[in-house]
């Protein structure tokens, strides 16, 4: 079993988590400062340091920088009081892997420990992924014969049996929802049920509720109780797309359901207590909505335990063909037609796309083909690729704006421009122009165009 090295002053504390994690199997070693802590270390095999943050002495900071140099991949989790958060979050951005904040119950310990162990051991098998890859893994309905979506396939496997969190990340498009279920149906919870949220379909306003749930009257309109989908998800996984786009009071009561597995519903007072899976998706860059503000760093690094990124299809092209051939086989059966395969020069056509929109837009293509193709091959002229939309303005020679346009025709240009490459997806549409929701709405109401209350 493996070996855990308890740093921890108080005495009657580090008895007692000798005392549990021994009863858990685990063998411990402990000491009441840092500098017997490094020496412990430096002597024995340990598998995971559990360290307070306050101690006398070298801090338990200094001893974590120390034991990461020792050893970059060994686990380390920090305790400290609950008034020093941000501390923690500063031994998360030094390597600590997890923070449990003082007091905490004696099981929430023994489950950060569990889950330590356990993404340790699936990282220590990610150092030979490399390798491995001449294994094949395979899922119904992903295609990964290329080399970038066998290794996403590689990790999922690995972390699926585990119970740690996952945070997919990628561009729209990429099936990031496809992964997150099939993470559920290899994991341990595959039984219970897989409970999909999508943050910018919902308003702001109704977010909370409708992760959260809401008691009869909390709100007006609220006339009975109802659950929300974090209760629905109990004992299953629950998949959180577009987590960047969470706002804030919501992103407290997340962090707090990921500390302490319970909740209260909206006009509540009862403490719900859940067992849930958690995988959260992003197409953003969450580091830059940390130094922006727009996103916590205590729920950001409780969200990225195993980071997955999943490759946009312009960077996996030879898997295209397989693709084409499976939505072909899914469109034209539900259509009733007869076997349908596509021709060499349009499968050339397929591979020269930069396919902005992913998987996604090739579904779509396919799908159109299949619909109007007029034989039982698809030709290139049954494929109608979506290029993007030519300025009917010259841009000036020196690089300045337009030729005849002013400054806010351009603007407004730029807008509706990127709303047409966002589908009409008015959270895309701010982040491919760098603009908050709120930032975009007043400009959509400047030229006219309604938002619907916000809308997506």
Request: hydrophobic content about 40%; some cysteine.
């Amino acid at each position: 079993m493996p070996t855990i090295l308890i740093i921890e002053d108080e005495s009657k504390m580090r008895r007692l988590l000798e005392l549990n994690l021994g009863e858990d199997g685990f063998k411990t070693v402990s000491a009441p400062d840092a500098e017997t802590g490094l020496k412990l270390l430096a002597s024995e095999q340990i598998d995971l340091v559990l360290t307070d943050l306050k101690l006398p002495g070298m801090s338990g900071l200094e001893l974590l920088q120390r034991a990461k140099q020792q050893d970059p991949a060994l686990p380390v989790v920090v305790m400290t009081a609950f008034g020093s958060v941000e501390t923690a979050v500063d031994a998360m951005k030094a390597g600590a892997t997890d923070y449990v904040l003082k007091p905490f119950s004696l099981a929430e310990m023994r489950m950060v420990v569990h889950k330590e162990l356990d993404v340790s051991r699936l990282r220590e098998e990610n150092r030979s992924l490399r390798e491995a890859l001449g294994e094949k893994y395979s899922h119904p309905n992903i295609v990964a014969r290329s080399a970038k979506m066998q290794e996403v396939l590689a990790i999922m496997e690995r972390v699926a049996p585990t119970n740690s969190t996952v945070l997919l990340g990628g561009e729209s498009g990429v099936g990031k929802d496809l992964i997150a279920r099939a993470i559920h149906e290899k994991s341990r919870r595959a039984s219970g049920p897989f409970i999909k949220i999508n943050s910018t379909a919902i308003p702001e306003n109704l977010l909370e509720s409708e992760l959260f749930g809401y008691e009869r009257g909390a709100f007006t309109g609220a006339t009975t109780s109802k659950p929300g989908k974090f209760e629905l998800a109990d004992k299953g996984t629950l998949f959180l797309d577009e987590i960047g786009d969470v706002p804030p009071v919501t992103q407290v009561k997340l962090l707090r359901v990921l500390q302490e597995r319970e909740f209260e519903r909206l006009g509540g007072t009862r403490t719900v207590k859940v067992d849930v899976r958690l995988v959260a998706a992003t197409n953003r860059d969450l580091r830059a909505a940390l130094e922006d503000g727009t996103f916590r760093e205590d729920l950001y690094y409780r969200l990225n335990v195993v980071p997955i990124d999943i490759p946009p299809l312009r960077e996996h092209k030879e898997d295209i063909p397989d693709l084409a051939n499976l939505f072909l086989k899914k469109f034209c059966g539900d259509a009733g037609r007869q076997a349908v395969t596509i021709s060499p020069e349009a499968a050339n056509l397929l591979m020269s796309h930069h396919w902005p929109g992913n998987v996604r837009e090739l579904q779509n293509i396919i799908e159109r083909a299949c619909a109007m193709a007029k034989t039982n091959k698809i030709e290139p002229g049954d494929i109608h690729l979506d290029s993007a939309p030519r300025n009917k303005t010259v841009v000036s020679s020196d690089g300045f704006l337009p030729n005849g346009m002013t400054l806010d025709q351009w603007e407004d240009e730029m807008i509706r421009e990127a709303l047409k490459r966002a589908g009409g997806n008015k959270s895309q549409a701010a982040r491919l122009l760098g603009l908050s929701r709120n930032a975009l709405r007043y400009r959509l109401s400047k030229i006219g165009i309604e938002d619907e209350n916000g809308a997506e």
